[in-house]
């Protein structure tokens, strides 16, 4: 079996896994440990008080998404997609948005529209099968790099049969590119579910305050895992990983890769494989409210990087007092539409507990 586990600089470990490869050839940086031990002591009656009230703080910790007794105000941060790449994208107003709770219209009582900094995850696929898209995938990369904004911080992951992990999020624009241009040979098997999975549950912060988080995948979309493609596969299913994808903050822009005439020779890759990644990554933009880019040269991408950034930049903060006023702790859906803009997407979380937070 193998494990894996989150970098101690920018993620949490989620379950017993072990870290990602940092960079294939040979990891530079050895792993943090931390191991607490206690000497026996015997327990007095103020010691048992003490224990007993730092586990009812404990206890007392919270979901991300939680409303509190001290604020009956829902907020939301919006993104909102779609917007012709040929035109600057106007700002939009209270009025070109609904809001709904379990169905039911809410009234918007808050609202605003900033520019916010974002974290942006490159996922790139470095299987045997994208062998001959190297140096497309490297300068691409390396042009996302140049539009995203100085505030703006960027991950660099690759993966084959496991992730790898080249860079953390960073604001050094040079590092960055020099890590791309450093990246190994493209070889291998493909487990792009699993990896995707890793990167929305363990390297992405969760909660991590004004920062939006997106994930920018340039792949052909074959996993292993796929019928009759030699090799063996992602562990989570794509129906898990798109529910995941659906439910998560993290926008997902994929770019599908066109390696399909070469590999159904060289790999017999049978085209009903690529007919079904093609789909699967079609579904993927679909729950983002993204476009399914489509690329077999450089220059196929040109207006990606700037439309990409754009979309993520402006972040509509939305916020309602809900009609349900019970404070049960059960679920609440939530979702964000446009107003007489079918041509538009809303992309906001999914709902939050209603949970009531007694005041220390």
């Known amino acids: 079996m193998q494990f894996r586990a989150a970098n101690v600089d920018t993620m949490q470990t989620r379950n017993e896994a072990g870290p990602p490869t940092l960079r294939r050839k040979a990891a530079n940086k050895k792993s943090i440990y931390l191991a607490f031990s206690f000497a026996p002591f015997r327990f007095g009656v103020k010691t048992i008080l003490l224990l007993l009230t730092f586990s009812c703080i404990a206890f007392a910790q919270d979901p991300v998404e939680t409303i509190r007794i001290d604020s009956d105000l829902v907020d939301l941060k919006v993104n909102v997609l779609g917007f012709p790449s040929t035109t600057p994208p106007p700002l939009l107003d209270s009025k070109d948005f609904l809001v709904f709770e379990d169905g039911v219209p809410q009234e918007i009582t808050f609202f605003a529209a900033a520019d916010t900094p974002f974290d942006l995850v490159l996922l790139l696929d470095l299987s045997g099968s994208n062998s001959k898209n190297l140096k497309m995938i490297r300068n691409s990369a390396k042009r996302f790099v140049d539009a995203a904004r100085d505030i703006d911080r960027i991950a660099l992951v690759t993966f084959t049969d496991q992730p790898a992990l080249y860079s953390t999020f960073s604001l050094d624009r040079k590092k960055l590119k020099k890590t791309i241009d450093d990246m190994d040979e493209a070889v291998g098997g493909t487990n792009f579910w699993d990896s995707m999975d890793w990167v929305l549950s363990d390297l992405i912060p969760q909660g991590s305050g004004l920062r939006r988080s997106a994930i920018v995948v340039m792949t052909d979309g074959i996993d292993n895992a796929l019928p009759e493609v030699p090799g063996p596969g992602s562990r989570i299913t794509f129906a898990t990983l798109l529910e995941r994808i659906r439910t998560s903050e993290s926008i997902v822009f994929p770019i599908y890769l066109d390696t399909e005439e070469e590999n159904v020779k060289r790999y017999h890759i049978p085209r009903a494989a690529y007919a079904q990644a093609r789909e699967q990554l079609a579904q993927i933009a679909s729950v983002c409210g993204t476009p399914l880019y489509q690329a077999a040269r450089l220059s196929d991408l040109d207006t ?50 209603a949970k009531h937070i007694a005041k220390s």
């Open 304 to 353: 990606v990087y700037t439309q990409v950034v754009r979309d993520l930049s402006t972040v509509y903060s939305i916020g309602y007092k809900p009609t349900n006023r019970s404070l049960d702790g059960k679920w609440r859906s939530v979702e964000v539409q446009l107003n007489n803009r079918s041509d538009l997407f809303a992309r906001t979380k999914r709902g939050y507990f």
